[in-house]
Nanobody
Framework: QVQLVESGGGLVQPGGSLNLSCAASGFTLDYYAIGWFRQAPGKEREGVSCINCSDGSTYYEDSVKGRFTISRDNAKNTVYLQMNSLKPDDTAVYYC??????????????WGQGTQVTVSS
């Protein structure tokens, strides 16, 4: 059974950092894309970053480019999202999901339960 479990969220001041983890079970990360998404209160869920999304590359939305870094540890079957220079606008529940050869964010499935990130002074 495919399962994704997010962790690492919390409360951080503006300018701070967090490192989110997405632990996978029931499948091997090597052959799938993993995407990080977020949903702020009153807003739609949006994709922010993806690894192995196409030709093994990484992708970042403009809003997080240069501040967030996605990485993968195949031995631990885990994907990470290192978030630096956090802003209040980054406050959201963060989710990870998986897809096989995705062509858009809507191709992702098997959502985790999410982890709350709150950026506030």
């Amino acid at each position: 059974q495919v399962q994704l479990v997010e962790s690492g969220g919390g409360l951080v001041q503006p300018g701070g950092s967090l490192n989110l983890s997405c632990a996978a079970s029931g499948f091997t990360l090597d052959y799938y894309a993993i995407g990080w998404f977020r949903q702020a209160p009153g807003k739609e869920r949006e994709g922010v970053s993806c690894i192995n999304c196409s030709d093994g590359s990484t992708y970042y939305e403009d809003s997080v480019k240069g501040r967030f870094t996605i990485s993968r540890d195949n031995a631990k079957n885990t994907v990470y999202l290192q978030m630096n220079s956090l802003k209040p606008d980054d406050t959201a529940v963060y989710y990870c999901a998986t897809a096989k050869d995705p062509s858009s964010w809507s191709d992702f499935r098997s959502w985790g339960q999410g982890t709350q990130v709150t950026v506030s002074s």
